[in-house]
């Protein structure tokens, strides 16, 4: 049977539930996900400002790391072609291009030092969201935004300043807004005496940050809370609660990670509420294993159920990015799984009969509720999935790994 006949079949069974694959597959086909440039090199970036720090930690030495622009770049455009439909990528200010010879720190960048990245881009017919790069560097030791030394705490204000300056020119340049998303490490090992002061200085540079001038309709600024890291494990300063209220009074969006809050509790059960207090809310899609270790995502059921809600809740209104860095295992590897993952996650959600579920809770019919859920996690999603990326010109099933085998055989194992 053909990978079409098999989707026939498979059209039929859903359309008896009342699902069209074919509107299915087309809603899926323009939602696109950022990808995260720093997969490929561990988070290393290249302006060789030392080693990982800010208590996020990549383990592994797999061989092929990215090692400058070129492999990166080569990378992703490797993995992008094996990933069915249109996507974003995701950068850090860490990864700024040099001129040979040329280096500025991070509160001089320019826009001029991601030219590349536009042409890279611009050639793929993909946009560019961004990140400003609060760690690992010698002026984030101890704190960046909430540091009691001014002259610390303006060097970060002013690299976040440049970084809006630089999203607004990849909003200009790609016709469509740039997200850029503050995440930043600060935090206290052990119980602080005083919570409150360190708090009230990252509003304060937050403040100053966000009244420079700059086009809000380019450029979407978001908050990234967590509620600890390696080193800051009894507080953070930018927690939810800081970040929520923050980004809801000023008018700026809140981006949610799924490593980010206490290992019970789950994003999938945020979004709703965010989506009515919020006009977007952006989100990093990674997977916790006992703590935030963003390993490569799964097709599991906290990524399903994410998924759910953003189809429930208006894709155009969620800015969707992934998240995770593994070195134990091939790297394009680990991107091509994770974004095919969220797209499967995405279809599953699509696939399901949500009116009729909706209904059903709605009449408080929890047994049928139930029963319908259990029964629809064993409808045909594969024959749907492997006929999208037929369609969509890439390789369906597990055929894209002998791509990525003689990719690592030709390419990465040469990188010594
Ligand atoms: C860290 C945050 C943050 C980083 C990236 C590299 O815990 O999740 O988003 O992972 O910016
Ligand atoms: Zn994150």
Redo the contacts with the bound molecule.
């Keep these: 049977m053909t990978l079409k006949e098999r989707y026939d079949a498979a059209k039929e069974v859903y359309k008896a539930i009342g699902v069209d694959t074919d509107v299915a597959m087309k809603a899926l086909k323009e939602i696109p996900i950022s990808m ?1 440039c ?1 997969q490929g090199d561990d ?1 290393t970036g290249f302006d060789g400002a030392g080693a990982l720090s ?3 930690q990549t383990t592994g030495n797999y061989p092929g790391r990215a090692r400058n622009p070129e492999e990166l770049m080569a990378d992703m455009d490797k993995t992008l072609s094996l990933i069915p439909g249109k996507h974003r990528i995701n950068l ?1 200010a860490s990864y700024a291009i040099f001129e040979e010879g040329e280096w500025v720190d991070r509160d001089q960048l320019e826009p001029k030092h991601f030219k590349k990245w536009v042409e890279f881009a611009k050639e793929k017919g993909i946009g560019i969201d961004f ?1 400003p790069t609060l760690f690992s560097h010698a002026n984030a030791e101890n704190a960046t935004l909430s540091s009691e030394d001014p002259k610390i705490r303006s060097f970060w204000i002013d690299h976040v300043k440049a970084c809006i300056k630089i999203s607004e020119y990849f909003a200009t340049e790609q016709g469509n807004p740039c997200t850029m ?1 503050i ?1 930043i ?1 600060d935090g206290f090992k052990d119980i602080p005496a005083d919570r409150t002061s360190p708090r009230a200085r990252l509003k304060d540079s937050l403040d100053q940050i966000l009244s420079m001038e700059y086009d809000k309709t380019k450029v979407l600024v978001a908050v ?1 809370s ?1 509620v600890f ?1 390696i080193g800051m494990e009894s507080c953070t300063i930018g927690s939810h609660e800081f970040y929520m209220n923050y980004a809801s009074k000023n008018d700026i969006l809140c981006l949610l ?1 799924s ?2 809050y206490h290992p019970t509790e789950v994003v999938s059960d945020k979004i709703s509420s965010m989506l009515l207090f919020f006009d977007k809310v952006a989100l ?1 899609v ?1 997977r916790p294993v006992r703590w ?1 270790s ?1 390993h490569v995502v799964l097709f599991d059921d906290e990524t399903k159920e994410i998924a759910k809600e953003i189809i429930r809740g208006g894709s155009d209104r969620v800015l969707l990015a992934l ?1 995770f ?1 593994d070195a134990s295992i091939n790297r394009i590897s680990a991107w091509v799984v994770g974004m095919r993952n969220m797209q499967k996650a995405l279809l599953n959600a699509l696939l399901l009969p949500n009116e009729k579920l909706a209904q059903l809770q709605n009449s408080r019919s929890f047994t049928e509720l139930m029963m319908l859920q259990e029964e629809l996690k064993l409808y045909p999603i594969g024959d749907v999935w492997n006929y999208f990326c037929e369609l969509n010109g890439v390789p369906a099933k597990e055929d894209w790994f002998k791509e990525v085998a003689t990719y690592e055989k030709e390419v990465l194992l040469n990188r010594k």
Excluded: L, R
Aim: net charge negative; proline share 4%.
């Design positions: 995260h720093w988070v800010g208590g996020i850090h990140n998303n995440w490490p990234e967590k890291g990670d490593g980010h990093h990674t935030d963003d998240d860095f």
